[in-house]
């Protein structure tokens, strides 16, 4: 009998290495590499059509064309996965037949924030789903010798303390980039802040913990760790390049 994946589960890195945990387990706060976080902090994304779809997607003969279209398609499910939680709030409305009270998403548009390039890659498969989301552009770089964020680009909507932001970016490495982009928002305004990501390492998400122990991540997957270029292993490679079809 083919086994049944659950369609999330909850892990917590500690020294490197993911524990697993299972949906619904406890929200105790837990010590990882020296920072307290909780246990349901980092959410694993294992629905079958996202693992699949990301081992397309990490083959090296895959094409520019199908890596993109699949990222498309990843960002799409990834957005159904982070916005579970979402509150509601009832809405009356009239159906052909009588009234009803309805439900609808509290509050103001949610705001998505790609970091460029390769986060621009999760974003037309969000606007999908998410058509009136308000779009930030955070355009970061990766210093090839130090690894440090590099800032070139930001246009955010001014309103960001009122609305819940999803950072959108495939490579959560060194969490140099996310970091940058976050500290970056948070000065904007930005109280209500999630990450979503294809690929998390270890070390990164142990990283991002102890900067931002307030923002949770959604990713497919938690690799084994990076690279002495600080590039994640195994990943697929340079999210960007693969993304444009650039090097
Ligand atoms: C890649 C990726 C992330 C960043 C992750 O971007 O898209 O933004 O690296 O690495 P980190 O966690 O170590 O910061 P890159 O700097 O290559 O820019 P690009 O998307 O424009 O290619
Ligand atoms: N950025 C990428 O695009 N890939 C990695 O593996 C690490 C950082």
Redesign the pocket.
Known sequence: MPRRAPRVRRVVVRGGRPLRRGVGSGNAPRSVAGVTMAADRVTVVEHPLVQHKLTLMRDKERSTQGFRRLLNEIGMLLAYEVTRDLPLEEFAIETPIGPMEGQRIQGKKLVLAP?????VGFLDGMLSLLPSARVAHIG???DPDS?E?VEYYFKAPSDLADRTVLVL??????????I?ALDRLKARGAADLRFVCLLA?PE?LAKLAAAHPDVPVWTASIDSHLNEH?YIVPGLG????RMYG?R
Do not use: C, E, K, Q
């Open positions: 970091i460029l390039r390769a986060g970061l770089y990766r690894l964020a970016d495939p490579m959560l490495a060194t969490a140099n980039s996310a940058a390492a990164g600080g340079d999210a960007g390049d650039t």
